[in-house]
């Protein structure tokens, strides 16, 4: 009887065995070898975009952070993969910028922030502005070179890209360039290759619709765009370079989405007789709620609206904090502003409330969560005026952080593509 109990155990329950460990095995590495929902290589799915989407966190200027290792910790610990608005430069009046200092602290911070995760999608930003402090600029020989032009010894000049009637644009000082003039054209593609070659995968173009009054059917952009999505597709990361605009409800000429995804402000609607209380309508000024453009993507699929992100405005102070002044204001502020003047409760519950309103009411739409942020308003400080908002957890190491750090990373959390 034993000997018939060990034959059984080798003829039949080892080989059992082995066929389940190798089922699991198989299964293991199965799974070892599924793509995570973050890979793109060349092209990008709708699945995998509106993963980033959903996981996207505004960090204003992260590059000029006073407290970046705090600031860094703070991204991880949330779980953000599309850190937004990391690099850029506004121009205005007279400021000058060291550009190959700027261009070395963004390539530097993209290496630090890739080293933590390497699937982390990176945002800079080229805004609907130009000025003086341009003009110290040279223009390389390579940025003549892609539009067949004889490579010139001179530098950049704001003057031939503004334009000739003297539109201004938003204001607040600001000049717009005009896409239609070669210079304009010359300098976008400067700005986005440089940081595409600092490991930057996504541009925000600024406000379009200031830039093309003279371009019609959007002409000059797609050729812009085109030649950068070329440059990208053998130079950049992922081969791959994700374009976005403020510009509602998105630019789409025979079919063809100019940009990846597009980008809107949340636009909160005073509650009148509800001081400081906001809620979100569709349909209200010029948000882009169930009206995101549709069309052939970039990455060559169809969609009847383009996934976008949301974000909380910033800009410049009315002079009217806590009046019912309309749109485009919250409460008289824009809308970081207003955001960070409430109570830590309540910016915790709106928070929620916003995801939530969004992807009942619009499924392609998604909230980027205020990180980094600067105010127009200061409020008060630990140490006297504060400047920017922060999303981290008031601590020793972020002693003015508005604390929605928990809160974000819950909501993160309980979605379902967690």
């Known amino acids: 009887m ?25 299964l293991e590495s199965a799974a ?37 290792a705090e600031d860094v910790r703070m991204i991880k610990n949330v779980g953000a993969k599309f850190i937004g608005r990391v690099a850029l430069i ?23 922030l890739h080293k933590e995760d390497p699937e982390m999608l990176l945002e800079a930003g080229v805004f609907e502005t130009v000025s003086a402090g341009m003009d110290t600029i040279p223009i390389p020989a390579w940025v003549f070179a892609e539009f067949g032009l004889k490579p010139e010894n001179r530098n950049f000049d704001h003057r031939k890209m503004i334009y000739d009637d003297g539109y201004r644009g938003h204001g607040h000082g600001c000049l717009p360039p005009d896409i239609s003039k070669m210079e304009t054209r010359l300098w976008f593609y400067y700005c986005c290759r440089r940081y595409l070659d600092c490991g930057y995968e996504v541009i925000h173009l600024g406000m379009i619709g200031h830039m093309d009054r003279k371009d019609p059917g959007h002409a000059h952009w ?16 992922r081969h791959l370079i994700l374009l976005n605009s403020q510009h509602s409800p998105g630019i789409v000429e025979n079919g063809r989405l100019l940009l990846d995804m597009h980008q809107m402000q949340l636009r909160p609607v005073d509650v009148v007789g509800s001081p400081e209380k ?13 009206r995101s453009a549709g069309g052939v993507t970039p990455s060559g699929w169809k969609c009847d609206h383009l996934p976008y992100y949301i974000q909380f405005d910033n800009g ?32 915790n519950a709106w928070l929620r ?14 909230l980027q969560m205020p990180g980094l942020v600067c105010l127009s308003e200061p409020l008060k400080g630990t140490k006297g005026r504060l400047s920017w908002y922060r999303a981290n957890t008031r601590s020793e190491a972020s002693p003015d952080g508005f604390s929605q750090e928990r809160t974000i990373k819950a909501i993160w959390k309980g979605h379902a593509a967690e």
């Not at 034959?7 to 080892?14: N, T």
């Not at 506004?90 to 963004?106: L, N, P, Q, R, Y």
């Not at 797609?222 to 990361?237: I, P, S």
């Not at 409330?353 to 998604?366: C, E, I, M, Q, V």
């Open 353 to 366: 409330y916003a995801w939530d309103w969004l992807r009942k009411n619009d499924p392609s739409g998604w």
């Open 222 to 237: 797609f050729d812009v765009l085109g030649r950068l999505r070329r440059y990208a597709k053998a130079n950049a990361r």
């Open 90 to 112: 506004w121009w205005e009046g007279d400021v000058e910028v060291d550009i190959e200092t700027h261009f070395s602290k963004a390539r530097e911070l993209a290496q630090m």
């Open 316 to 347: 410049y102070a009315t002079g009217k904090a806590g009046q019912h002044v309309g749109f485009p204001y919250a409460w008289g502020s824009c809308e970081i502003d207003w955001f960070a003047r409430q109570e830590e409760d309540y910016r």
């Open 2 to 26: 034993q000997a018939l109990t060990r034959e059984w155990k080798r003829s039949v329950v080892l080989p059992a065995v082995l066929a389940l460990g190798g089922i699991v095995g198989g």
């Open 32 to 68: 070892a070898e599924k793509p995570s929902r973050y890979h793109f290589d060349g092209t990008i799915s709708r699945e995998v975009l509106e993963s980033y989407l959903a996981r996207s966190l505004n960090m204003l200027g992260l590059s000029g952070s006073t407290q970046l």
């Open 278 to 290: 906001c809620v979100l309508r569709a349909g209200y000024g010029d948000t882009i709620f169930g």
